[in-house]
């Protein structure tokens, strides 16, 4: 059951998606831009706000891979896991990052400091490895550059 600062949150954030079609998915936006994920005792309010089951809405937030049911860490890493920079050495690139880490995808370090998202393209399919360090992306990783780049991030 929320409580009462949250309910009133949510009151706010579905009287701003009223009318509005199809507002499941601006509604759960705005809900992880307030809280920094959607949080378990909100499905319930946008569900019966919206007239549908809590498995409905809990179907959405998992499909969606942008969407966390946890806050995450103080820096986000998000590793791309397309085929482009797959193709040139992205995947042990990530398999090390989480290995360095000690987390698994969408695993936030022991600290709070780092979550590792994947990501399945940042448009920088000519400048692979990419990856995107709390919204900035960088292209043209080696083994070195993220290790620097998760050093900083640790720090």
């Known amino acids: 059951m929320a409580d009462a600062a949250t309910t009133e949150t949510m009151q706010g954030i579905l009287a701003a998606h009223k009318g509005r079609e199809g507002p499941l998915l601006p509604i759960l936006h705005a809900v992880q831009a307030e809280f920094g994920y959607i949080p378990a005792d909100v499905i319930q309010i946008i569900a019966d706000d919206q007239n549908i089951t809590r498995a409905e809405v ?3 937030i998992t499909f969606y891979h942008d969407f966390r049911d946890a806050p995450a860490g103080r820096h986000v890493v998000k590793l791309c896991r397309a085929e482009a920079c797959q193709s040139v050495g992205g995947a042990a690139l990530s398999q090390a990052a989480l290995q360095k880490l000690g987390v698994d995808w969408h695993g936030t370090t022991a600290n709070g400091t780092v ?3 994947p990501v399945y393209c940042l448009g ?3 400048c692979g490895p990419a990856a995107m360090i709390d919204g900035k992306v960088v292209g043209r990783l080696d083994a070195d550059k993220l290790d620097r780049l998760l050093a900083e991030v640790q720090a």
């Open 58 to 60: 809990h179907g959405v």
């Open 115 to 117: 979550t590792v998202e």
């Open 124 to 126: 920088l399919c000519a």
